[in-house]
């Protein structure tokens, strides 16, 4: 009998992203199996990886990424590790380690992540969190699957809330400041397709500046001139308090995190 190196249980944008990822970085499709209960979804996954194993049940593994919705995670953690699963990664949101650990039992090493959704272009942030026996070859695992889709940090589990806070919601916040941005754009008279555009690669070229040179606030004062046309709209910005509201929104986020994961 086959034992695949993971599977992947639930194929939604996030598994499938991540499939794709270690598909990338030179995973066998044979290593890889998914599981997908729905007839469509499942046909779908054939066509975009072909070699790839999708069924509808867990097949034996020896480890498992865990991409279902909350209210599924301990019955798949359980699936997976009666398949022979030895490691469990879950990115499910608001699940804690120790629900993880308990529904997958003792002989299971268990990790939680939360990734965001710029992992479906090869781009995302995510956090991980070891449970009580993972150890470092664990976690680099960990980090070896969701860095196939981007960055990967190493924090303590209370920390995980503060990174849906800023990392898992921050996209939110980033689209909405874009949709503003081409509005102004509008506005001032551009073409909504021109302003669309422009706002897309500034966006790009500025998150392309900051990770090559860091340091916002000296980014910032680059463009800044004094008395200059920056320097007019940052005035406006700050009596609006931009920087206060982000601050909030990502307080509020992570109060909302650490609600949904009492429950």
């Known amino acids: 009998m086959t034992s695949y190196r993971l599977a992947v249980v639930g194929g939604g944008n996030m598994g499938a992203a991540?499939?794709?990822?270690?598909?990338?970085?030179?995973?066998?499709?044979?290593?890889?199996?998914?599981?997908?209960?729905?007839?469509?979804?499942?046909?779908?996954?054939?066509?975009?990886?072909?070699?790839?194993?999708?069924?509808?049940?867990?097949?034996?593994?020896?480890?498992?990424?865990?991409?279902?919705?909350?209210?599924?995670?301990?019955?798949?953690?359980?699936?997976?590790?009666?398949?022979?699963?030895?490691?469990?990664?879950?990115?499910?949101?608001?699940?804690?380690?120790?629900?993880?650990?308990?529904?997958?039992?003792p002989n299971v090493v268990v990790v939680r992540s939360m990734p965001n959704t710029p992992a479906l272009v090869g781009e995302g942030a995510a956090a991980i969190a070891g449970g009580a026996t993972a150890g470092a070859g664990d976690l680099a695992w960990a980090e070896e699957i969701l860095g196939s889709v981007g960055l990967v940090v190493r924090v303590p589990e209370h920390q995980l809330d503060a990174v849906t806070g800023l990392a898992g919601s921050g996209p939110a916040y980033v689209f909405l400041i874009a949709e503003a941005l081409v509005d102004a754009g509008v506005l001032a008279g551009l073409s909504r397709a021109d302003s669309e555009a422009l706002t897309t690669q500034l966006l790009v070229g500025s998150a392309a500046l900051l990770k090559e040179r860091g340091d916002p606030a000296r980014?910032?004062?680059?463009?800044?001139?004094?008395?200059?046309?920056?320097?007019?709209?940052?005035r406006v910005l700050e009596e609006h308090a931009v920087r206060s509201a982000l601050l909030e929104a990502v307080m509020a986020a992570t109060r909302r995190s650490v609600e949904l994961g009492a429950h």
């Not at 194993?53 to 865990?66: E, F, G, H, W, Y």
Request: contains cysteine; aromatic residues 2%.
């Open 18 to 105: 991540l499939v794709g990822g270690l598909l990338h970085a030179g995973w066998a499709p044979s290593d890889l199996a998914v599981v997908e209960v729905l007839p469509a979804r499942a046909a779908q996954l054939r066509d975009l990886f072909p070699g790839v194993s999708v069924t509808d049940a867990t097949p034996a593994c020896r480890a498992a990424l865990i991409a279902v919705k909350p209210y599924d995670v301990p019955t798949a953690c359980a699936a997976a590790a009666a398949a022979g699963a030895t490691r469990l990664l879950s990115i499910a949101a608001g699940i804690p380690l120790a629900v993880l650990q308990a529904a997958a039992g």
């Open 219 to 234: 980014l910032r004062a680059q463009v800044t001139s004094p008395g200059g046309t920056t320097a007019a709209g940052l």
